[in-house]
């Protein structure tokens, strides 16, 4: 069975600030991590994924993310944030066999500050 | 490309009626899923299919039923509508082969908003 931890439910952050977004799994199997991101009133977009190779992942809007599978986390970070990025992110795993059944975290709400 | 298409988008129901959500996509998927979003409970797969005449319970499959008659539609249907079945809606897909540049990105519909009254 798989979980995941997102311990943050509310990050507020000043624009131009850097931010850290905390992801914990647990998986009694290989699994593959990934970044969503929601818009208000939106669907879901992914933002980045770790699949295999380096640990260090790039997304779409200069978010990054490292998978530490001694720590099992996968945390999502901006070294700067801008207004735009003020959403909700969810991360998820998956063991990518057989239906693809994803799980989802409980999400955090990031606010970006003027 | 319209990707992953819901309709409706919002709905309000009377406790006791039934209704049905369609998701279309456009993209030859053959993994498809419907999740609800609760406010502090992120997603929660209710039902899937792994292709055209399969469907699968989720974690919360209780009060819905789907049907994937074709490859591209993947209907849920609520027979008895209950309060504790307002939610968010969202239909997503994948495409499962290794080879695929996007491997294991699910594609989202903008989501269907349901209140039970």
């Known amino acids: 069975a798989q979980s995941v931890t997102q311990l943050d439910s509310q990050v507020p952050v000043f624009e131009e600030a850097p931010v850290e977004l905390r992801c914990n799994y647990s998986?009694?199997?290989?699994?593959?991590l990934f970044w969503y991101v929601q818009y208000p009133n939106q669907g879901l977009q992914l933002l980045l994924k770790?699949?295999?190779?380096?640990?260090l992942v790039k997304g779409i809007n200069g978010f990054e993310a490292e998978f530490n599978k001694s720590q099992t986390s996968f945390h999502l970070r901006k070294p700067s944030v801008h207004i735009s990025d003020t959403a909700e992110y969810f991360c998820?795993?998956?063991?990518?066999?057989?239906?693809?059944?994803?799980?989802f975290g409980t999400g955090t709400r990031l606010k970006v500050l003027a | 490309n319209a990707g992953v298409t819901q309709t409706p988008k919002f709905r309000v129901l009377k406790t006791g009626q039934s209704m049905t959500l369609l998701c279309a996509q456009d993209?030859?998927?053959?993994?498809m899923y419907w999740y609800r979003q609760d406010p502090g409970m992120g997603l929660r797969l209710i039902h899937y299919s792994v292709g055209e005449g399969t469907t699968a319970k989720g974690e919360v499959p209780d009060g819905y039923n789907v049907s994937r008659l074709k490859k591209q539609n993947f209907l849920l249907g609520l027979e008895s509508a209950a309060p504790s079945q307002t939610s968010v809606y969202f239909c997503?897909?994948?495409?499962?082969?290794?080879?695929?540049?996007?491997?294991?990105?699910?594609?989202f519909g903008e989501g269907s908003r349901l209140t039970v009254l």
């Open positions: 998820a795993v998956s063991d990518l066999r057989g239906a693809y059944k994803y799980i």
């Open positions: 997503a897909s994948t495409y499962p082969r290794a080879e695929v540049v996007n491997t294991g990105e699910l594609f």
């Open positions: 993209m030859n998927h053959e993994y």
């Open positions: 770790y699949l295999s190779g380096s640990t």
């Open positions: 998986s009694s199997v290989s699994v593959y």
